[in-house]
T-cell receptor, first 109, second 115 residues
Framework: RKEVEQDPGPFNVPEGATVAFNCTYS??????FFWYRQDCRKEPKLLMS???SGNEDGRFTAQLNRASQYISLLIRDSKLSDSATYLC??????????FGRGTSLIVHP | ETGVTQSPTHLIKTRGQQVTLRCSSQ?????VSWYQQALGQGPQFIFQ???????GRGNFPPRFSGLQFPNYSSELNVNALELDDSALYLC??????????????FGPGTRLTVL
């Protein structure tokens, strides 16, 4: 089993839709969790950190489920500009970050 | 823009050659990490440097080595290039005192092609 797994997609949704991605991790000692966004042929950029209590930033909500070892990202009211690849990052007990392969989101008019 | 710069942007090498990639960190950042991103994959952590010392290493062979300079710029060196080394190489700087708790700011990457 891979350390960090994501459904590569693509998720193809209309503008205004709500879409959710999950990311599972295998190391129960993992310490920190993040979502990064990567546009085509660009560098990754931090979207949000994921806190144990869950956190929200505008249309984006991130949650952590330690019991089931996954993190999630919910995007409400999708915009065309949300089209990108979303990478989850898990920092394990050795403090090494592991990226998932990314989930591709395509928002169409 | 993140303020992290990398050079060169593209590079073509042949198998067996050596390559040096460069990264200039964002001002005020003393930690730099290097990643390899193959096509269709997420970035894979190579190593991190903090205050000129290696501070964590991923599952990469010793022919991948690095340096961090007093001005916090950094180099990634790869010896004996293999075809599978073809990838986008990303560096990321942060203000974290080693570790990954702080936001990492990525540079635009160097695309290496090994023929």
């Amino acid at each position: 089993r891979k350390e960090v797994e994501q459904d590569p997609g693509p998720f193809n949704v209309p503008e205004g839709a709500t879409v959710a991605f999950n990311c599972t991790y295998s190391n129960s000692a993992s310490q920190s969790f993040f979502w990064y966004r990567q546009d085509c042929r660009k560098e990754p950029k931090l979207l949000m950190s994921v806190y144990s209590s869950g956190n929200e930033d505008g249309r984006f909500t991130a949650q952590l489920n330690r019991a089931s070892q996954y993190i999630s990202l919910l995007i409400r009211d999708s915009k065309l500009s949300d089209s990108a690849t979303y990478l989850c990052v898990v920092v394990g007990g050795s403090y090494i970050p592991t990226f998932g392969r990314g989930t591709s989101l395509i928002v169409h008019p | 823009e993140t303020g992290v710069t990398q050079s060169p942007t593209h590079l073509i090498k042949t198998r067996g050659q050596q390559v040096t990639l460069r990264c200039s960190s964002q001002s005020g950042h003393n930690t730099v990490s290097w990643y390899q991103q193959a096509l269709g994959q997420g970035p894979q952590f190579i190593f991190q440097y903090y205050r000129e010392e290696e501070n964590g290493r991923g599952n990469f062979p010793p022919r991948f080595s690095g340096l961090q300079f007093p001005n916090y710029s950094s180099e990634l060196n790869v010896n004996a290039l293999e075809l599978d080394d073809s990838a986008l190489y990303l560096c990321a700087s942060s203000a974290a005192t080693g570790g990954f708790e702080d936001t990492q700011y990525f540079g635009p990457g160097t695309r290496l092609t090994v023929l």
